[in-house]
């Protein structure tokens, strides 16, 4: 079955960085579009970043310029760095995947930037 597996999560200053990374499985994952959501608490999860089985990416604006999101075909894994944090990118950071018209989350990994 599908599996998504966050980690890289953690505490760190603001100006910092982090390089979060999701490990994907039980499908054929370079076809696929993954997405770097979070979720912020008393917040709606909203989308951070996009990446095509192709490489195409796509950001939302509070984090251009900051956050890369990058993959690897050959190992199923999907990353998130994470440059010149702040405070405001706190949030419980989920990747996902739309599998057959359904979409899979993986647990999260919390992310907190202390100022």
């Known amino acids: 079955q599908v599996q998504l597996v966050e980690s890289g999560g953690g505490l760190v200053q603001a100006g910092g960085s982090l390089r979060l990374s999701c490990a994907a499985s039980?499908?054929?994952?370079?076809?696929?579009?993954i997405g770097w959501y979070r979720q912020a608490p008393g917040k709606q999860r909203e989308l951070v970043a996009t990446?095509?089985?192709?490489?195409?990416?796509n950001y939302a604006d509070p984090v251009k310029g900051r956050f890369t999101i990058s993959r690897d075909n050959a190992k199923n894994l999907v990353y998130l760095q994470m440059n010149s944090l702040k405070p405001e990118d706190t949030a419980v950071y989920y990747c996902?995947?739309?599998?057959?018209?359904?979409?899979?989350w993986g647990q999260g990994t919390q992310v907190t930037v202390s100022s």
């Open positions: 996902n995947v739309y599998f057959r018209s359904r979409p899979y």
């Open positions: 039980g499908f054929i994952f370079s076809t696929l579009d």
């Open positions: 990446i095509s089985g192709g490489g195409n990416r």
